[in-house]
T-cell receptor, first 114, second 111 residues
Framework: DADVTQTPRNRITKTGKRIMLECSQTKGHDRMYWYRQDPGLGLRLIYYSFDVKDINKGEISDGYSVSRQAQAKFSLSLESAIPNQTALYFC?????????????FGPGTRLTVL | QKEVEQNSGPLSVPEGAIASLNCTYSDRVSQSFFWYRQYSGKSPELIMSIYSNGDKEDGRFTAQLNKASQYVSLLIRDSQPSDSATYLCAVGDGATNKLIFGTGTLLAVQP
């Protein structure tokens, strides 16, 4: 089984809808991240969490919120989806105590907002 | 703002040749460096990490780090069509404990 899983893998929704993307991990890592990827723009950090009680905004957090329900689960919500949030979304985890800054990525969620 | 820069490519090499991918970074105090491979529509996959100046080899891959020049490279020997992908350079930001990613270099290995 994959160490980092994301659901759903694909989602098509309409403008104004609330959407939740979920990430689960079995790696036992404390740190989790949400990125979005757009063609030509690389990976951009949305939110990150260093433990269950520590959540931080990344460089593009506007329009998004997150919830760290447990060490293993980190969810990303789009409160009111808009077309320019159409992108590939990745969750990642890390354990800096054992593997300096190394991040492991989930398979991604392709989100289309019409 | 801390930056990681890569040539977007495409870098085209014939099968069996050596592919050389380059990356520069702005944060002089960075200590950890990574290369990820990403196939189209898939997630980034870690292929190499390097922390000390010099070369680190793993199979057909060699990562090279020069901290004085703030330069990281990835060499792929005996390139195969299956190596065709986007290669992302990432640098660890010691101040924030985050990774800073370049926008990637597209490698195309021609059969």
């Amino acid at each position: 089984d994959a160490d980092v899983t994301q659901t759903p893998r694909n989602r098509i929704t309409k403008t104004g809808k609330r959407i939740m993307l979920e990430c689960s991990q079995t790696k036992g890592h404390d740190r989790m991240y949400w990125y979005r990827q757009d063609p030509g723009l690389g990976l951009r950090l949305i939110y990150y969490s260093f433990d269950v009680k520590d959540i931080n905004k990344g460089e593009i957090s506007d329009g998004y919120s997150v919830s760290r329900q447990a060490q293993a689960k980190f969810s990303l919500s789009l409160e009111s989806a808009i077309p320019n949030q159409t992108a590939l979304y990745f969750c990642a985890t890390s354990d800096p105590d054992r593997e300096r800054h190394t991040q492991y990525f989930g398979p991604g969620t392709r989100l289309t907002v019409l | 703002q801390k930056e990681v820069e890569q040539n977007s490519g495409p870098l085209s090499v014939p099968e069996g040749a050596i592919a050389s991918l380059n990356c520069t970074y702005s944060d002089r105090v960075s200590q950890s460096f990574f290369w990820y491979r990403q196939y189209s529509g898939k997630s980034p996959e870690l292929i190499m990490s390097i922390y000390s100046n010099g070369d680190k080899e793993d199979g057909r891959f060699t990562a090279q780090l020069n901290k004085a020049s703030q330069y990281v490279s990835l060499l792929i020997r005996d390139s195969q069509p299956s190596d065709s992908a986007t290669y992302l350079c990432a640098v660890g930001d010691g101040a924030t404990n985050k990774l800073i990613f370049g926008t990637g270099t597209l490698l195309a290995v021609q059969p």
